[in-house]
């Protein structure tokens, strides 16, 4: 039984919490550590803040997934998740961190149990969905994925998470048009976006891949030159500009970037 059922009281905590999902979507390393600083503030004023653990829980897991597996950082994405349910048991959020957790250590069928709890909690669960469809993706589940990721941007729009996973979706159901369809979608999307939040660097190396994949040579090296600014030497930042010099054709300049990847703590 849940402790206690409570969002916080605090509203200063409630703006640490905030900020801290502000910066988690941005999914750069240097941001995602931004995210775990701010959840851990806010679980300092508010110590049964279950959101905020269930935030901490997914920056723990997110770190792991798109940046270097580290299984000290996954034993406390689970622990932060389990405290979450402790305090709130219908949390959805902390079910998603830890269908995120168990995907990073191979266990999928923990994965998708977790994940799908988080939607049988909330529906309407954008960070569900997301963790749902990262599930499917690794089990190979292409067609599931599709269809989570169609629910995940029926319910944010403006979240280009959504689309990125519908697009892999599609390659991976060798739906080649149907992913080139997203792919002009997220060109499209990008420059309104970009435009309200310039400084997003993972947002800039994204649109600069999709530009690169639809033969906007030149923007798309601009946007890369961006990205690179605003995000320094970030592995899953290299990874994503070898996939654009890949996309160009520079061969040698990809495998280059891939082995700074590499360096940097790309898993």
Request: proline share 1%; glycine share 8%.
């Amino acid at each position: 039984v849940a402790l206690t059922r409570r969002s916080t009281s605090n509203p200063e905590a409630f703006d640490l919490y905030l900020r801290g999902r502000e910066a988690l979507y941005r999914q750069t390393k240097t941001h995602i550590e931004m995210a775990m600083q701010l959840f851990q503030q806010a679980i300092r004023l508010d110590g049964r803040y279950a959101q905020a653990y269930a935030g901490l829980a997914e920056a723990y897991a997110t770190r792991c997934l798109n940046h270097q597996r580290d299984d000290v950082l996954l034993d406390k994405a689970i622990e932060s998740s389990l405290k979450a349910l402790m305090y709130d048991e219908s949390i959805s959020e902390a079910y998603a961190a830890l269908g995120l957790a168990y995907l990073v250590r191979g266990d999928y069928d923990a994965a998708l149990e977790a994940s799908h709890k988080a939607i049988q909690l909330d529906d309407g669960s954008v960070i569900g969905c997301y963790a749902l469809g990262r599930v499917y993706l690794g089990l190979g589940r292409f067609e599931e994925a599709a269809e989570t990721y169609q629910k995940m941007i029926d319910l944010s729009p403006e979240n280009y998470l959504g689309m990125q996973g519908l697009q892999t979706a599609y390659a991976g159901l060798g739906r080649t048009e149907a992913a080139m369809e997203v792919t002009r979608r997220l060109v499209a999307f990008f420059p309104g976006y970009l435009a309200r939040v310039p400084d997003d660097a993972r947002a800039h190396i994204m649109f600069a891949s999709y530009l690169a994949e639809v033969g906007e040579r030149e923007q798309a090296l601009q946007e890369a030159d961006t990205a690179l600014a605003l995000g320094g030497n970030d592995a899953i930042m290299l990874y994503n500009l070898c996939c654009v010099l890949c996309f160009l054709g520079e061969k040698e300049k990809a495998a280059d970037t891939f082995s700074q990847a590499l360096a940097a703590g790309y898993g």
